[in-house]
Every structure is written in structure tokens, then in C-alpha cells.
């Protein structure tokens, strides 16, 4: 289906026109229908299927056709950390680009001067306000957050934000809200816990699911099942086979993206490490190097797994197999996207099996085995490795344990798209 198939705002078809989005994605043919409508709806699909797109097409055109106080905050978009948090704003004013809603990013740090622009911002009112739930309960418990006239709630990635333990801060937030409002809920996963809290917050909410925890088709995964030590050499081997570029690098705890980062910089590769100790002005500053191509290896914790919006991302390496499966599918979901290919390697070592095995069962398909580098052995063809004394090696629980868009270029004038769309209908 075709966004102009949709019954959308004609400027903002203008800037969809501009940025080039032309067919829906699933999730977006879906859903923009029944937010149009006010329908309460749950969204369930992965990472990377055009989620964003999904509810803030149909809340912009709906803050544009129907009246809403200019003094209040109209429509609240909540989101678990703050690079999904700017990712979402960075999305509102491409989309918004031609119109004249209002929109304000909340979303903490320590500056004192952004605090004071924030409370300036949201006592004078927004059409939309996106923010982390812990900078939400900040401004509610200082009074200078009014949400009792906000008629539209939108909560992204609801199951990380419960995972991260914001079950209460959402209902108390949630508390201070008109009861006749329109609900949004869009998860990667549906588990019992998402469904219950869904019910307590929602109204009969119509829900849809696309493609829940299956990676695109076009990401090329392998596995190289390897010895720990040799891990290195086998990034090295990637790295020869092609120049390493937009490469995202997954560790199991931020102390392991430390030292691989340092490693990874020591034989000569261009990489920068995002993880959690890093302040917010330093996390911008490398993300903003990544995107501009100034950093060809991006070493992460799953920080970034749900919070990065590149679609050009050539390849994703787990250097440690996530323990929850479905981290996996959002790590390799960096890849691949926008209808491009994408490449995701794993590493697994003997102590990875079973998170491999668990990833299989819920991908229901075995991964290709990849081919060792010369000289390299496999685990498997050496039956000794299995009883090496338990200080050799490390224990990885125990190692674990101690860390865990794009606006228009120009205004194309609406006869353009107007033209465009007649043109379409026929050659139909």
C-alpha cells in the first residue's frame, strides 16, 4: 500500500513525498488505519519494521485536522531510554517538517540550562512531548508537567520499558491523564506481564501482530563456533575479507566493550565504544561520528540494539551470544534494513551453546555454521578443551555479573506530489 493510499495530512505527504517513503511497511498498512479512527491498539512486531512511522503519521494528522488546546500537552510519547527518545524526535521533525505542530524532547541528562529549557517548554504547552519515564516523573513531582488535558498516550518498546523496571513510574504517569484518551502500545514481544499491564491502561484495544521475533529475510547469519581466545583472530579475518564500515560490535557488559574497543583501536581499526558510563554529550559525539562515517566500528552494549536509527548498517557481530533470544533478533534487526542486505556473525564459544541453541528454537532454524579461519580449530575437534580446570577460560556468568530522521532537503511544491500520485493511479 502506498502512503498516499492513506487518508493523511496533505503536508505531511508532502514531506513523506521529499524523504522518498512511498510503500508502507506491514506495521504501518496495519495500524495507521485504527489510530485515524482513535482506536486504542496494541502494536506487536520487531525492531526495525517502521514502528515510529506506524503512530506518528496518523497522530500528526490527527493533531492537525482536530482541535486541541495550544496551553496543554496534546499527545505524550514515551520511550525507555534517550537514544530511542531521540530518534523518535529526529523522526517527528522530518515528518512534521511542513507543518506546524509542536513538539518537545524530554529526555534527562544533568544540564541544568536543558532542565530549564524543558520546564519553559512544557508549561507553555506541546502538541507532542517525548520522554524517558524517569524524566517524566522529575517534572510531575516538581509541578511542571500538567498532563490532565492529554488526550493521545503512546508507550514504544513497551516490554523494555518494563524490563527496566518502569512498570510504576508508567502508572503513575499514566494516573494523571484524562481517562478518555486514546492509547497506544507498541513491543517487540508480547508477554504475559505486557498483556496484563496493557489491560489495565487501554480500552478494548484492537491488536497487531507482524512478523514477532523473526529477523528480515535479508540479513545473512552465520555462526563461527571458536574458542574464546580466538575470537580477535577472527574479527581480524572479517576485517581482511572486507574493509570494516558501519559495523556494529555487541559485548556482553560494558567492561567488555572497554577492552575490546581498546584492542579493536590497537590494531588499527577506526572505533569508538557506546555504552552506559558514558555521559549523554559523549554518547551524541559518537553517535554523531558514526553516522557521519567518521567511526567505521561502533563497539556497544545492548544499548544501542533497540536505540539506533542508521538503516545503512553492513554488518552486526555478537562478540558474546546474548543470553535472551530475543536479543538477538534486535541486535541483528540493526542490519539490513530499509530493503537493504545485511550480513550478522555470531561468535560461540564453548560456553555459548545453549544460548545458541535457544536462539535457534525461537528462530526455529538452524543457523549456518561458517568455515574457521585457517589454523583455527573448533571446540568440537578438541575433546580436551571440555576439561580445562575452571580458572582457565574464565567464568562468563561471574565475568557478566559486574557490568551489564532524516528531514526533506528541500519543499517540493504539492502539485509534485499531487502529479506523482495521479501518474501512479494511472499506470494502475
Do not use: W
Request: charged share 30%; net charge neutral.
Amino acid at each position: 500500500m502506498l502512503f498516499t493510499d492513506l487518508d493523511l495530512d496533505d503536508d505531511l505527504l508532502d514531506a513523506l513525498y521529499d524523504m522518498r517513503f512511498d510503500e508502507c511497511t506491514p506495521i504501518q498498512e496495519k495500524c495507521i488505519p485504527h489510530i485515524l479512527e482513535g482506536k486504542d491498539l496494541i502494536g506487536i512486531a520487531q525492531t526495525g519494521t517502521g514502528k515510529t512511522a506506524a503512530y506518528l503519521l496518523p497522530l500528526l494528522t490527527i493533531l492537525r485536522r482536530e482541535s486541541h488546546p495550544a496551553d496543554a500537552v496534546n499527545c505524550l510519547i514515551m520511550s525507555p531510554t534517550r537514544e530511542l527518545a531521540r530518534q523518535i524526535d529526529q523522526a517527528l521533525q522530518g515528518f512534521g517538517y511542513y507543518m506546524d505542530i509542536n513538539g518537545v524532547a524530554v529526555y534527562g541528562g544533568n544540564d541544568g540550562d536543558r532542565y530549564e529549557q524543558e520546564r519553559r517548554s512544557l508549561s507553555s504547552g506541546a502538541d507532542i512531548v517525548i520522554a524517558t519515564p524517569g524524566r517524566l516523573i522529575t517534572h510531575i513531582n516538581l509541578g511542571t508537567l500538567d498532563l490532565s488535558r492529554t488526550t493521545h498516550l503512546v508507550l514504544d518498546e513497551a516490554d523494555r520499558m518494563l524490563d527496566m523496571g518502569f512498570a510504576d513510574d508508567i502508572i503513575k504517569i499514566v494516573a494523571q491523564m484524562p481517562k478518555e484518551r486514546q492509547s497506544i502500545l507498541f513491543s517487540a514481544t508480547m508477554p504475559p506481564k505486557i498483556a496484563d499491564f496493557a489491560r489495565g491502561i487501554m480500552n478494548h484495544p484492537v491488536e497487531v501482530r507482524i512478523a514477532v521475533s523473526k529477523p528480515a529475510e535479508k540479513i545473512s547469519q552465520s555462526v563461527y563456533i571458536c574458542h574464546e581466545a580466538d575470537k580477535i583472530k577472527i574479527i581480524k579475518s572479517l576485517f581482511a575479507e572486507r574493509r570494516p564500515e558501519r559495523v556494529i560490535l555487541f559485548a556482553g557488559s560494558k567492561q567488555k566493550v572497554k577492552e575490546l574497543n581498546i584492542t579493536l583501536s590497537r590494531l588499527g581499526y577506526n572505533t569508538a565504544a557506546m555504552h552506559s558510563d558514558l555521559e549523554q554529550k559523549e554518547r551524541d559525539t559518537v553517535m554523531l561520528k558514526f553516522k557521519a562515517r567518521h567511526i567505521d566500528v561502533l563497539v556497544a552494549t545492548d544499548i544501542v540494539a533497540r536505540g539506533i536509527d542508521i538503516d545503512d548498517i553492513t554488518m552486526v557481530i555478537n562478540y558474546d551470544v546474548p543470553h535472551d533470544a530475543e536479543d538477538y533478533v534486535h541486535r541483528i534487526g540493526r542490519t539490513a534494513r530499509a530493503g537493504r542486505d545485511g550480513r550478522a556473525v555470531t561468535l560461540v564459544s564453548e560456553r555459548d551453546t545453549r544460548a545458541l541453541a535457544q536462539i535457534e528454537r525461537l528462530l526455529k532454524v538452524k543457523v549456518p555454521r561458517a568455515e574457521l579461519p585457517a589454523g583455527l580449530e573448533s571446540p568440537q575437534a578438541t575433546p580436551h578443551s571440555a576439561s580445562k580446570p575452571k580458572g582457565q577460560g574464565g567464568n562468563r556468568r561471574k565475568q557478566d555479573k559486574a557490568a551489564e530522521g532524516q528531514k526533506p532537503h528541500h519543499k517540493s511544491r504539492k502539485y509534485h506530489r499531487r502529479g506523482h500520485r495521479e501518474g501512479r493511479s494511472q499506470a494502475q
